[in-house]
């Protein structure tokens, strides 16, 4: 068995070491612009429409409040605000990500979902009629009673 000489192992780790840094360059870039994007959606679009949502709901009698903490909208359910449907931006996944997440406690029992709404660089497609049809599905375990 040969091994390989020290300067072809030392040539391979500075190619590596440069292959990670422009990747990182490149991603942080792609995360910047995502960022931009992805939070201006959130306050054209999201925002209004799940608090349109909200206000339905409260006429129907549910409790619920919107919130808007960094980077996500949230809708929340009461009593205690655990159940939740939340819009947020994930930039740490590649590409960076819109997604909707959803938390529904009975009991013991937490139950957690998330699904990528939209990947950037297509935040600019989204429209109202996809983040409802996102909240329409989502809310169901909330509403039933």
Known sequence: MTLLESGEIRRRLLRTIAQARAGASGRRERVDAAEL???????????PLVKVVAS??????????VSTPDGA??????????????????????PPALVGRTCLVRGSRVIEEAQ????????????DKDILLFVLRAVVPFVAR
């Open 116 to 127: 990528i709404v939209a990947v950037h660089p297509t935040f600019s497609d989204l429209d």
């Open 37 to 47: 994007s992805g939070r201006e959606v959130l306050v054209s679009l999201v925002v």
């Open 56 to 65: 339905a709901l409260v006429v129907e009698n549910y409790r619920c409040s």
């Open 73 to 94: 909208v949230r809708l929340s359910f009461e009593p205690g605000g655990n159940n939740y449907i939340e819009f947020v931006l994930d930039t740490n996944i590649d």
